[in-house]
């Protein structure tokens, strides 16, 4: 989304090579969470917490930036 509307604003709609992508979505996002998983299969608690702690932070602040990128 945020890719979307920067396109929109400054790059004349044109889409970012970024924001492609090969296979469908709910695929690529299963993929995502499997890798995740097994990436933090060996962390401890403190550290699982932590994590989620910042993708809370990491959510807000992206809203911030979409808030700011819609007015």
Not at 32 to 38: A, D, E, F, G, P
Request: glycine residues 4%; aromatic residues 10%.
């Amino acid at each position: 989304m945020i890719g979307k509307k920067v396109a929109e604003k400054i790059l004349d709609k044109k889409e970012l090579e970024f924001y492609k992508w090969e296979g469908t979505l709910s695929q690529l996002l299963q993929n995502v969470r499997t890798t995740l998983n097994q990436v933090a299969s060996s962390w401890s608690r403190e550290e699982k917490d932590h994590c989620l702690e910042e993708t809370e932070k990491s959510f807000a602040y992206s809203g911030d930036l979409l808030r700011q990128i819609f007015t």
